[in-house]
């Protein structure tokens, strides 16, 4: 499969052996899900941000803060 989607070019694939292109096909499929659950964390954890504080898009340092304040007196957007 991994042959199949291009994730692997034909010189490094027709040297493996079966077993390692399984391997391949399963250490690829991992990091795929893993990548997916990072996300669907993350999504979570910004609903919950939502939920707990809505209207609030980032939370920001102090310095960013006295930055976007000083800004503000300035009359710059």
């Keep these: ?8 070019c034909d010189k490094f694939y027709d040297g493996l052996s079966p077993e390692t292109k399984i391997m391949t096909d399963h250490h690829i ?3 795929l899900i893993t990548e997916e659950n990072e996300a669907n964390q993350r999504q979570r954890e910004e609903a ?3 939920r ?4 609030v ?3 920001v340092t102090a310095s960013e803060r006295s930055e ?3 800004a503000m007196r300035r009359g710059e957007d």
């Design 1 to 8: 499969m991994a042959h199949e989607y291009g994730f692997v």
């Design 29 to 31: 499929l991992n990091c």
């Design 48 to 50: 919950e941000r939502e």
């Design 52 to 55: 707990r504080m809505p209207g």
């Design 57 to 59: 898009k980032r939370m």
């Design 68 to 70: 976007q304040l000083a």
